[in-house]
């Protein structure tokens, strides 16, 4: 995990803002999937890579005072002012560290597993932590998929840098299509998945969280051998209303524990 490509140390203002248009992003498909499942007053759930609490806050607002949120991640400095008599923050590292057995109704990670370079065992070990007929929800991205109609050579080689550079620090860009499979290898039950891609205008919230994802791997994309001008010229088309965005593909995929 010391290679991860998003790692906050040094850039906590612009990883907060970064976090904030994801949730802007994420947060509807994240609603969308606790309503399906029926989140309610007094569960107990997890929240695992909770970034900076957007989730968290979710959940906690769904389970009431009778409920109980434990919030994870690497580094938890955006996550510390939720801790409540509800919310518990706790630094963790999913595939190093211990979780509770069959401790929680609910079970949440969203744009983690991708990052991760053991995806399956990250699932399996979150799926250790549900109790006996609760619930998994993950979402991913599968950024194959994106395209802008106003194409240019700097486009293409931020484009090809960006490819690169995730490989070269274990990020999975494509995680998403894979997540049905290995949701059905750990054996849920009423496993269901859905996918999500949008065509929409430079300068709307996804545009903007990509061109924000692309400043914080500057650094990486110039090793990749992207110029600078190129990163701000593409980020210019990300911004621009004139210019048609075709999103990462959101995959959302939910499944039951076998009951006791």
Request: charged share 25%; aromatic share 4%.
């Given at each position: 995990m010391s290679s991860y490509a998003l790692g906050r140390e040094g850039a906590e203002k612009i990883e907060s803002e970064r976090l904030a248009l994801l949730a802007e992003v994420y947060d509807p498909l994240t609603e969308y999937q606790l309503d399906a499942i029926g989140v309610a007053e007094g569960w107990s759930c997890l929240d695992a890579g909770a970034g900076a609490?957007?989730?968290?806050?979710?959940?906690?607002?769904?389970?009431?005072?009778?409920?109980?949120?434990?919030?994870?991640?690497?580094?938890?400095?955006?996550?510390?002012?939720?801790?409540?008599?509800?919310?518990?923050?706790?630094?963790?590292?999913?595939?190093a560290d211990t979780l509770p057995r069959g401790a929680f109704?609910?079970?949440?990670?969203?744009?983690?597993?991708?990052?991760?370079?053991?995806?399956?065992?990250?699932?399996?070990?979150?799926?250790?932590?549900?109790?006996?007929?609760?619930?998994?929800?993950?979402?991913?991205?599968?950024?194959?998929?994106?395209?802008?109609?106003?194409?240019?050579?700097?486009?293409r080689r931020v484009w090809s840098a960006f490819l690169d550079a995730t490989i070269a620090t274990g990020w999975d860009s494509r995680y998403g299509a894979r997540l049905e499979g290995d949701l059905d290898a750990i054996e849920l039950r009423d496993l269901r998945t859905e996918s999500v891609c949008r065509r929409v205008p430079g300068g709307s919230p996804w545009p903007r969280l990509f061109a924000a994802t692309l400043e914080r791997m500057r650094d990486r994309l110039r090793a990749a051998g992207a110029q600078d001008d190129e990163v701000e010229e593409a980020q210019r088309l990300l911004r621009d209303p004139a210019t048609r965005v075709v999103t990462a593909t959101a995959w959302l995929g939910t499944g039951r524990t076998p009951g006791a």
């Open positions: 609490g957007a989730v968290t806050r979710l959940l906690a607002a769904r389970v009431g005072g009778s409920g109980s949120v434990l919030a994870t991640d690497l580094d938890v400095r955006l996550l510390e002012g939720l801790a409540s008599e509800t919310v518990e923050v706790r630094q963790h590292d999913l595939l109704d609910l079970v949440h990670a969203r744009c983690l597993l991708m990052h991760l370079p053991s995806r399956l065992e990250a699932l399996r070990r979150l799926r250790a932590a549900v109790r006996p007929d609760g619930w998994i929800a993950i979402c991913d991205s599968d950024f194959s998929t994106i395209e802008i109609s106003t194409s240019s050579v700097a486009w």
